[in-house]
């Protein structure tokens, strides 16, 4: 008998009042990203490849989802199509009602592998967005200082990118993001490169600046222990095709404390998400890792 049989684990869809009303309150405020049937596919040289089937998801403002899934189900094609990067085969995306036909200011995104101009300092990286739309260089200075001050790298704002850790350079990136003040940021694997510890102060650091900014976040992971840690909700999908196999209502309280990764709910919550993606992995290899031909 393993630990996990042992331990007697609440249900991970018992929520206490205090949960509870946290979630209602997020659920009761507008819609800012929808997502609506959302599939695509891309020819293979071993024919048609269904990359996301059937996507339909509601974020809320000021939600923070995390999308979790195996290697391959769909997770960056997903955000790529909502950063409009990318266009999806049918279905729609909108952002405030309107639908997205490319990139958009609305819309800020940090990638896994570090992405800042390596020519540039810290200050003129996080500057760059706003220099592109045109505003003022001494506004655009204020208020890159204010984004490096609000990510802990004001010392830093002279230095280049090559000058600094991973996690700085990711640190950078979100400033750079937050800097445009974007409604949505959308974040894939962004601490998927850094080493555990460096990660976990990521991801408090991470909440922290969610506190205290008007944004709402969408965040790409594989981690099981991250998505719960930092999630409101968890957009569970499953490979081949990539689809929505469970929307989980995270029963944590916030502020979230590193203490909660031992607590019962935490636990249960990623028995729960173990479950899901285990046997997604499963019936991925019992069918095959294409499906050449099937209807749209
Ligand atoms: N441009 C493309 N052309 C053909 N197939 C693609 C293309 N981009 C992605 N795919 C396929 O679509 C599927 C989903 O890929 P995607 O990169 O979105 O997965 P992922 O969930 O982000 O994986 P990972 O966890 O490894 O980052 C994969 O089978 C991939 O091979
Ligand atoms: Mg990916």
């Keep these: 008998m393993n630990l996990d049989d042992q331990l007697e684990?609440?249900?991970?869809?018992?929520?206490?009042?205090?949960v509870e009303e946290r979630l209602a309150a997020v659920k009761s405020r507008r819609v800012v990203l929808s997502i609506r049937n959302l599939r695509r596919e891309y020819e293979t040289a071993n024919g048609s490849l269904v990359a996301l089937s059937g996507i339909s998801?509601?974020?809320?403002?000021?939600?923070?989802?995390?999308?979790?899934g195996p290697s391959g189900?769909?997770?960056?094609?997903?955000i790529r199509i909502l950063a409009g990067l990318e266009r999806p085969t049918s279905g729609a995306v909108l952002v405030d009602g309107e639908p997205v036909r490319g990139p958009?200011?609305?819309?800020?995104?940090?990638?896994?592998?570090?992405?800042?101009?390596p020519w540039l300092t810290v200050?003129?990286?996080?500057?760059?967005g706003l220099k592109m739309k045109g505003v003022q260089p001494v506004r655009a200075e204020a208020s890159a200082r204010k984004w490096l001050e609000m990510v802990?790298?004001?010392?830093?704002a002279d230095s280049y990118p090559a000058e600094l850790s991973g996690g700085m350079k990711q640190r950078v990136a979100i400033a750079r993001a937050l800097a445009n003040q974007p409604r949505i940021l959308l974040m894939d694997e962004p601490f998927g490169a850094l080493d555990a510890q460096?990660?976990?102060?990521?991801?408090?650091?991470?909440l922290r600046i969610w506190e205290n900014v008007d944004v709402t976040i969408v965040f790409i992971t594989h981690d099981l222990e991250e998505a719960i840690y930092l999630a409101d909700r968890i957009v569970v999908l499953g490979a081949n095709p990539g689809r929505i196999l469970e929307v989980i209502d995270v029963p944590l309280a916030r502020p979230r404390h590193p203490a909660q990764f031992l607590s019962g709910h935490f636990l249960a919550t990623k028995k729960r998400l173990e479950t899901l993606i285990y046997s997604s992995e499963t019936s991925e290899t019992?069918?095959?890792?294409?499906?050449?031909?099937?209807?749209?």
């Design 57 to 68: 998801h509601a974020v809320h403002t000021r939600e923070l989802t995390c999308v979790i």
């Design 198 to 206: 460096t990660r976990c102060s990521m991801q408090a650091h991470l």
């Design 152 to 156: 802990g790298l004001t010392q830093f």
């Design 123 to 128: 200050k003129r990286n996080v500057m760059f």
């Design 9 to 18: 684990l609440p249900s991970y869809l018992h929520h206490t009042p205090e």
């Design 104 to 117: 958009g200011a609305d819309r800020g995104m940090v990638f896994q592998n570090y992405t800042l101009f």
């Design 73 to 78: 189900c769909g997770k960056s094609t997903l």
């Design 286 to 296: 019992s069918n095959g890792s294409k499906i050449p031909g099937e209807a749209a």
